[in-house]
């Protein structure tokens, strides 16, 4: 008779965000090691200051989890902006994952309101604005 595999959910949870937590911590620490020439070269890469680098390894890789869901909340397809518009989106999501408004913006994709509501708070609204695509308002 075999055993029956048991599954926990909860655990399961809290073991991946134990997981993704040290995965961000090696991220971290892979940072710090670089020596400033080797940050300036990855920040030039990338086009944004060293303290800019800095600060989105910090926010972690889910910083910007919030675009994607406006972006289509507001009626603009996202992977045809990621096709014709690829350095606007990667500046968006640079803008996504040091914004405050996090907690606000989650809320209204969660209750249907951010098309209303987002300009209000969003620093992305211009560069949303800008694009000429419907905004599902």
């Given at each position: 008779m075999s055993a029956k595999a048991r599954t926990y959910p909860v655990v399961a949870y809290w073991l991946n965000v134990f997981g993704e937590w040290l995965k961000h911590?090696?991220?971290?620490?892979?940072?710090?090691?670089?020596?400033?020439?080797?940050?300036?070269?990855?920040?030039?890469?990338?086009?944004?200051?060293p303290g800019a680098l800095n600060q989105l390894?910090?926010?972690?890789?889910?910083?910007?989890?919030?675009?994607?869901?406006?972006?289509?909340?507001?009626?603009?397809d996202g992977e045809k902006l990621a096709r014709t518009e690829p350095l606007v989106l990667r500046d968006m999501e640079r803008v996504c994952s040091l914004c405050s408004h996090k907690r606000r913006c989650d809320h209204d994709l969660a209750d249907g309101t951010s098309p209303a509501r987002y300009p209000q708070y969003c620093p992305n609204a211009p560069t949303i604005e800008g694009l000429g695509e419907p905004t599902g308002r």
């Open positions: 911590r090696r991220e971290l620490g892979e940072l710090r090691r670089l020596d400033d020439a080797s940050l300036n070269q990855i920040a030039g890469d990338l086009r944004i200051s390894v910090r926010q972690g890789p889910h910083s910007a989890d919030e675009l994607p869901r406006l972006l289509k909340a507001l009626g603009i």
